[in-house]
């Protein structure tokens, strides 16, 4: 069954609500399995205890953050999704690619913050570095673009030419509407004049992930051998 597996990362915040709802849109039409994960390198918190209290407990904390997770998991999702939860103590950019490897992942959920300029540059962008690394579709949503409490729904696709078989595949497990158009270069212009319910692209316009004010699809369509993130 096409996106039998769902991965969610999360940092345990309201701002992953969006990315969640799509998830489960995909568990109720297609019955896919979800697993939420949340990844932080502990030695490096600075939250609700004195960085020293990471050094000298790293258990305690890497339990109290489990525990957060599952309590997130519980919130944010109804219990008939039966979700299953992973923490790993490790960079986001890693642990969201060797995952989704692990657990052998259909498609990644995730929001971003659709950073650029600047602020992009000083704080990078886990989302990119996730499109730049996995092999795995990634469904990408910018809850400050959306009307976060609007209904959500994939009744109309839009892709380029180049990945019309990718789209095919989601068009017909949603029985939506798949509109193709030959100039890539116009496809934000075009979702938005169609009020498309999610654009599909390739790797080669992942800056699309930061100003579409519509899901996206992500698929690599050129990409280099698997190699490790940098520590």
Sequence with gaps: MAYERILVPT???EFDNLAIRYALLFHQ?????ITMLHAEEVSW???EHPVGYYFDNPNEAKEEL???LIEFAHRTTPESARVATIFVDDA???AIVAKAKEIHADLIV???HGRSGLRRAILGS????VLRHTTVPVLTVTPQLFATDAPIALKTILCPAALAGEAKEIAGAFDAKLIVIDDAARILAVADEIRADLIVAGTTE???TRVSRHPVLTFALVHEPETALAV
């Design 110 to 112: 995730m929001a971003t």
């Design 66 to 68: 489990r525990t957060r």
């Design 206 to 208: 992942e800056h699309i």
């Design 45 to 47: 918190l600075d939250a």
């Design 126 to 129: 886990v989302t990119e570095s």
């Design 11 to 13: 940092d345990l915040s």
């Design 29 to 33: 039409r297609l019955g896919s399995k």
């Design 92 to 94: 986001p950019e890693r």
